[in-house]
């Protein structure tokens, strides 16, 4: 078995880009796995890579090509796919890099397989072609994310994801559950639940009903967000909802939501794009919501889950953006008070309408603004982080720095929001959960001793 395993190809893997693009990237691995190919972790020991690439800002085109041309120096064949595979149906990656084996766009597993087996041929071994019933997971082990949809209806000017990801295409519920089902039977204690747009998830279907553990359930977000309480409930894990934008059926979800993120189930956090707050700007955008109505949206919210993390990004200088416009961004953010802010200078993306704009923002304006946004936000972050000094909270483990343990809280989503510091917690285990006290606060992280409490195991009820 270990001469006929050292046998089998290897395919090395990058994986760049949004959480989107990660699951893409679990799809074709998992498929390789399952096809009897090794996963190499080093370029001289793949006999091909695949790098899945993102294309949506100038930053993330140029590492992405970065990537294709480190991966070729290092190893030679290469297969390209992912967002920027789809830039001119491929030919702006094969400009660049002329000796690329295959070009393929974003979710496109199937052509990608069929590029690996031309190029790396593969008969199927049913000893050693085996694969976890979760597929195969880029993340820790107690985390993973779960796409439920693929695509956008929305056309922002800024943003070219439609062109290269497509309309909306949601996938069935019964399969969204079951991969869902499967992570957590498999040991993880944490879902975060991605798409372009969660809150549209079944528009592009009509709703249409599916079954999941022989009952119907329309496609549809909240019986999405239901079926997910259940679960969660059942298995003694947490579910993240990201992206979700602030449609009215959005406040039919508060309520299924844990209280402080001591139950299991859904989290009572909110990934919510709002971008900017000036209605000139938002319709130069092509944004949904006004943000008036945002604002009674936020407040109704925390009248119902007071609990509620609310994360958002943003975007300063777009093009045509005024001081007094800018002003009302700050304005906006003094007044929502939100928990978790990311900011961006607007960068130009080839094939997006807001180029052809006029009077675009001078760079070192962006940027200033960029920087008066995070100094306004840090304040208002470290203002409610502050708030939860001496405050008992339940706390996922990620790992051990020294002697301490580094864990999140129901308001922390991996990698881009905070972290909770707990003292003498190296025997902790990574995925567990522990109570902790917080005793002290930063503008973006927490300290935390540990709590004999152990965490609630009850949810809003899910039908």
Not at 422 to 446: K, N, R
């Amino acid at each position: 078995m270990t001469r006929r395993a050292e046998a089998s190809p290897r395919v090395g893997f990058v994986s760049l880009g949004c959480p989107k693009a990660l699951v893409d990237s679990e799809r074709i691995l998992t498929q390789l796995r399952a096809e009897g190919y090794g996963i190499a972790p080093k370029y001289e020991d793949a006999d091909l890579v695949v790098v899945n690439t993102c294309g949506f800002i100038d930053a993330a085109v140029e590492e992405s090509l970065a990537a294709i041309g480190e991966a070729l120096s290092e190893n030679g064949k290469v297969i390209v796919t992912g967002c920027l595979g789809a830039k001119d149906g491929g030919a702006f990656v094969k400009a660049a890099h002329p000796k690329v084996l295959a070009v393929t766009g974003p979710h496109a597993a199937s052509e990608v397989m069929l590029a690996v087996h031309e190029q790396l041929p593969k008969p199927h071994d049913p000893f050693i072609d085996l694969v976890p019933a979760q597929g195969v997971k880029l993340t820790p082990k107690h985390y993973a994310y779960l796409k439920i949809s693929e695509g956008c209806n929305h056309r922002c000017t800024f943003c070219v994801i439609p062109s290269l990801r497509g309309d909306l295409d949601s996938r069935p519920l019964s399969e969204v559950m079951n991969e869902a089902e499967n992570l957590l039977k498999a040991g993880v204690k944490e879902l975060l639940i991605v798409s372009q747009d969660t809150s549209a998830y079944g528009v592009d279907v009509k709703y249409r009903t599916g079954f999941w553990r022989g009952r119907p359930l329309k496609t549809r977000m909240i019986e999405l967000v239901h079926a997910l309480s259940e679960l969660g409930s059942e298995h003694e894990a947490w579910v993240r909802l990201h992206y979700v934008y602030p449609y009215p059926h959005v406040d039919e979800v508060i309520p299924l939501m844990t209280s402080n993120g001591d139950a299991f189930g859904v989290l009572p956090y909110l990934d919510v794009p709002f971008q900017h707050a000036s209605p000139r700007i938002l319709k130069l955008m092509k944004r949904p919501a006004a943000p008036e109505k945002v604002l009674d949206r936020i407040v109704a919210w925390r009248s119902i889950r007071p609990d509620l993390t609310i994360r958002s990004t943003f975007i300063v200088g777009f093009p045509g953006e005024t001081e007094a416009e800018f002003e009302e961004l700050l304005a906006f953010i003094a007044e929502a008070q939100l928990d978790r802010v990311g900011c961006f200078a607007y960068s130009p993306v080839n094939g997006a309408a807001a180029n052809a704009l006029p009077d675009h923002v001078p760079e070192a304006v962006k940027e200033e603004r960029r920087a008066r946004f995070m100094a306004a936000q840090a304040k208002v972050s470290a203002a409610r982080l502050r708030a939860k000094v001496g405050k008992t909270m339940t706390v996922l483990v990620d790992r051990s720095e020294g002697k301490f343990a580094i864990g999140r809280s129901a308001s922390d989503a991996p990698e881009i929001d905070g972290l909770v510091r707990i003292a003498a917690g190296s025997d902790l285990a990574v995925g567990s959960f522990v109570c902790v006290d917080i005793t002290g606060a930063s503008e973006h992280d927490l300290r935390a001793k540990r709590t004999s409490t152990r965490p609630r195991q009850t949810a809003p009820s899910a039908v």
